[in-house]
């Protein structure tokens, strides 16, 4: 698929229409079903939007994202489109408001064409965990293309749409963006509104973009980010204007942290290979480079997967078979409703965080656990306010290793969670971050690289990604 840019270049020519290029996309995607990346084709509002994106076109005047096709993750709720969360559980949920997110991409003049796949309930990294099946790596070989915004990520790297957008509690836009070779960003949290996501762990949620290059990720930033009153977490500032940084002149000189050496012992030697090679890269074009740490490293993991687990038994409390979504059959009169339709509703990941998140809450364990982790996440901020007063960016892998072969690390979930090594501390921190394509491991893999940046620093990151991401591409 061409890029968003020379689409909508061929569109105000005249050359192309967004309602042909819709129907093509539908067709398109009809054709690569054996990706999985899609649940539901929005196909008779998409080509209705179409419509009206066409006439906007030809009467010169565009909106910010007019005819942009996008595809939304399946826990971003869409009115009268059904959204499942890739769960039994909501199988059937067809909600009755849009999304802020949807609502602005709608304004703004993109097309929504369907709701992808996506491990159950956002939880995951590699899109196994899914009550319709596994999503397949656009390259086959039995590969997970990364979890949670499996589907997402796939849509974009097939070249299927021309964004997507996905969300990231833990790394869930930029893990699987790395696997796949395209770009992925998790903006500060707060900076997109949370309005209509089903929330999986509410102070870490947040929703991101997926996009071929940081281009069309910045002008759809632009369309959906700002203020939303729906969303009490929400920045009270106006919509970034990113689009139009992208192509201010970079700072003469400006300064990359890197983490010590010791962080990156768990990455294989592709990973360290490209993330060499991007930094001697870095440095030919003149950038200072640092050594400097994030506190608590040991702690990442451990208190992600405490504050996670314990936001998530909270939140999904409301599934419960009384108010919506699946119910069970209730077959003898003193069958507990409420434990029957959990039990047959949710799938073995999804069980497994609420039990490891009540654990965690209970009275005899909170204080052990949870009070502790919430501690060591203030640590971890500090140590990131400390990294940029220092420096302009954050260098690191997005993940330790290229796209892994189905099945190999179900059976364990601890090396499952390791996998989000590098990504899970910009979520505790809240901080912005992106993958961005950086080269390819020996057996011709994509391989990601991450770049993070201090709070509401979203516009800046965006401007570094893409001269960086340009600066790479040469050698790719
Ligand atoms: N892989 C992480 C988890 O399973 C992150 C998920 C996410 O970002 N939604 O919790």
């Not at 960003?185 to 947040?206: C, E, H, V």
């Not at 009490?232 to 192509?247: D, I, R, W, Y």
């Not at 608590?296 to 919506?324: H, K, Q």
Request: with cysteine.
């Amino acid at each position: 698929m061409t890029s968003y840019s020379t689409f909508r270049t061929s569109a105000l020519e005249g050359t192309t229409t967004v309602h042909g290029n819709t129907h093509d996309t539908i067709s398109e995607i009809q054709s690569q079903k054996h990706l999985n990346a899609f649940l539901t084709i929005a196909e008779s509002q998409a080509l209705e939007h179409a419509k009206v994106s066409d006439h906007q076109f030809s009467n010169n005047s565009p909106r910010l994202i007019e005819g942009m096709s996008v595809a939304l993750k399946d826990n971003i709720s869409t009115r009268g489109i059904r959204t499942t969360c890739a769960s039994k559980m909501l199988d059937d949920f067809i909600p009755v408001y849009d999304a802020t997110v949807v609502e602005r991409i709608k304004a703004n003049g993109g097309i929504i064409i369907g709701k992808t796949n996506l491990d159950e309930f956002a939880m995951g990294s590699s899109n196994e965990n899914s009550a319709y099946g596994y999503v397949e790596h656009p390259l086959g070989q039995d590969l997970v293309p990364g979890g949670s915004s499996g589907g997402s990520t796939v849509a974009v790297a097939a070249g299927l749409v021309h964004a997507a957008l996905g969300s990231d509690t833990g790394g869930s836009v930029r893990q699987p963006a790395a696997l796949c070779g395209v770009v992925g960003f998790k903006p500060t949290y707060g900076r997109i509104s949370r309005y209509g996501l089903i929330a999986f762990a509410s102070s870490l949620d947040q929703i991101g973009i997926l996009a071929q290059d940081v281009e069309t990720t910045a002008r759809l930033f632009d369309a959906i980010s700002g203020h939303d009153s729906h969303d009490s977490t929400s920045a009270p500032l106006s919509p970034t204007m990113s689009f139009e940084k992208l192509s201010s002149p970079m700072p003469e000189t400006f300064t990359v942290a890197v983490l010590p050496e010791s962080e990156l012992a768990g990455c294989d030697e592709d990973v360290l290979r490209v993330y060499n090679q991007c930094l001697d890269i870095l440095r030919g074009v003149g950038a200072t480079i640092v050594t400097l740490e994030i506190p608590a490293s040991n702690a990442w993991i451990p208190t992600y997967y405490i504050l996670a687990t314990a936001e998530a038994s909270s939140n999904l409390a409301r599934f419960d078979g009384v108010r919506y979504g699946f119910r069970a059959e209730q077959v003898n009169e003193d069958d507990d409703i409420t434990i029957l339709t959990r039990s047959q509703g949710f799938g073995d990941e999804v069980k497994r965080r609420i039990m490891l998140g009540t654990y965690v809450l209970s009275s005899g364990h909170y204080d052990a656990y949870y009070r502790k982790a919430q501690k060591a996440r203030r640590l971890i901020l500090n140590g990131y306010n400390d990294i940029f007063s220092k420096a302009d960016v954050l260098f690191l892998p997005t993940t330790p290793t290229a796209a892994f072969k189905r099945g190999s690390k179900t059976a364990d979930p601890v090396s499952m969670y390791l996998s989000d090594y590098f990504t899970v501390s910009a979520n505790l921190a809240g901080v912005p971050a992106i993958s961005i394509p950086a080269g390819k491991s020996s057996g011709n893999l994509p391989i990601g690289m991450q770049l993070q940046a201090k709070n509401f620093e979203d516009e800046r990151l965006l401007q570094f990604a893409h001269y960086f991401y340009g600066l790479f591409k040469e050698r790719m």
